[in-house]
């Protein structure tokens, strides 16, 4: 049992996270968030599996992972 | 108190050592040659750090980083080296940051040569690097001043906050003389009450020394803020030396080695009952504007004034600004290595 | 469950001005996460450089002083001279450290000053426009080399090798911000770079190979990829010294 929270307006969209996640569980939103950005959004399927890595490549510190 | 036979520039620096500069950074220029020896041999001993940098910018910039932590710091050098110190004073004054800066002025332009000369003076009055600023400037005339000023040059640093220049020249810099200096530490200030400085962030949010503000009218408020310091110091801190102001008919103006001619000349006219005087600036920013002042009211007469400086007509500048067109300035400069002599300075009086 | 990845200390809860994608948020939240596990937080001075960084001390909670463009390590060399008992670094880009600064950079690890430098090397002058950089690879289109620069105009100057030579420095190594994995190495080395520091080793220094999506013109995930397959091949990864 795994999860991640996303800062959504902290959010800039380079789509790091969502090219990184082994399990594709991390999708470019639909709307813009308050900087103006199509930021990304979890998809909580219950296969994440808290491997983090979405958390490491995101250069703006949006991502909190739980496990 | 004991009585030593110095140069004056071991003289500026056992008097930085005195006034509790612990840190000194600096780069190999003739003719100040004699300052970083000396803080090489007596900094450690006072347990504070002495570095040869690897250019001026690097010293200028270490002293900015070692004033950024709070310590009492400063670097010497001569005019071109000085010239490639602006950027780092620049930034101090912009950071805010108190630290001393000796130049031992040498003949310019360019390269120059390393005989005496004062053609810095606009260089230290004005803002000598990019931005609207000042350095406070004193200019010692011998070497006990020298030696005394380093104190009051630290003193001043701290309590505005601002980069301070002491100016003085290849003269005042490799004559030897006797001076009384102190045996006690008469100064054990370092680091005391500067809650801005860099010591990290024990208990505290974290101190940021900065000079940078991009967000709009943040710059302008900075500025605004300097400017009401500028007043202040303009205001509190000019310093001058007065010579026979009272009768005087023709005074002369004139700071560090010039003026130590000039007073020998003012000396010889007076032995012929030639009613001259001598106002010597020691705080060439500010400039001692209340010298000329206290001479106008006063003496409510016209009196006649001759600048003399070892540059063409820097310091007449000033002159004429605080004189407003109100007295005739006459002028005697000479610079690149010459020096205006006795005689010449009384025979320029005479055709006043 | 628990929070196995969370937000650091020592890094402000703010958004930063850097453009998608750019290296510098995951150099800056590394520092920050090395700073908390190490318990320096405040012993730490930092010292900011010019160019992107410039206003790190934005972002990162503890103290920092501004140096002027390239002066970094003088401005460090005195903070740490004057105060030893504190944890000193600078974190410059490759304009700063190996262009404008390439003496202070040099002098200070001569002396061996005992210091972390965090050096980012993206290739390119962010903050003016995306002009060449000392880094900057050969055929590489800049704003200053429209046609991709040429070797009159200077072969990547490779600072890290340089250094290695010097006597005085005691640890150099280079990684990269090109995928998460590369990312973990870079915090390893910035985590032996910041001990050396405290077991008062001597000059460390790490450069990050960091991705510059605005002026490569490329989106952020073929930054990452061209950090591996191209720039990486000019930079070899690894431990230089």
Redesign the interface.
Known sequence: ???ITIDK??C?????CV??CPKGLIKAAKGLNK?G?AAVEFKDTGECL?C??C???????C????? | MKRILMTGNEAMAEGAIQAGC??Y?GYPITPQNEIPAYMAGHMPQAGG?F?Q???E???I??????A????R?MTSSSSPGISLKQ??IS?MAG?ELPAVIVDVMRGGPGLGNIWPAQSDYFQATRSGGHGDYHCIVLAPSFVQEAYDFMPAAFDLADKYRNPVIILGDGMLGQTMEPLHVTTSPRHHVTRQNKKWA??????RT???????Y?KEGDLEKVNLLLQKKYKTIKIREQRYEGLFLDDAKVIIVAYGTMARICRAAVERLREKAKKVGLIRPISLWPFPENAFRLVNSRARRRVKFLVAEMSYGQMLEDVRLTLDGQAEVGFLGRSGGGIPSEEEIISKIKKL | ???????SKS?R?I??H?????????AH?LIAEVVDELNI?????A??PVGCA??A?DY?????????HG?AL??????K???PQ?IVFTYQGDGDLAAIGT??T??AANRGENLTVIFINNAVYGMTGGQMAPTTLLGQKTATTPQGRKPEEGYPLKISEMLALLAGVKYIERTALS??QE??KTKKAIRQAFQNQIDHVGFSLVEILSPC?TYWAM???QA?DWINNVMAKEFPLGRIK
């Open positions: 049992m795994a999860k307006d902290k800039k969209g380079c789509l790091l090219s990184f900087r950005v808290g983090t890595l958390a490491v490549i995101c250069p703006d510190c991502v909190e992972v739980y496990k | 612990r840190f950074a750090v570095i940098a690897e250019s910018l690097a010293a910039n270490m002293v900015f980083g070692a950024a932590c709070g310590a710091a950027e780092g930034y950071a860099l010591t990290g962030c024990k208990g974290p101190n940021i020394v900065k000079s940078f991009m | 469950m628990g929070k196995v990845f969370s937000h890094l809860n958004s930063t850097y453009c998608a994608g750019c290296g510098h948020g995951i939240r937080r405040e012993q730490v001075i010292v900011a410039v206003i001390y990162w909670d503890f103290d920092c002083s501004e140096a002027a002066r003088a401005v460090a060399t005195a903070i001279r004057v105060r504190n003496n202070e040099i002098h995928s998460p990312v973990m999506p989106p952020p995930r990452l």
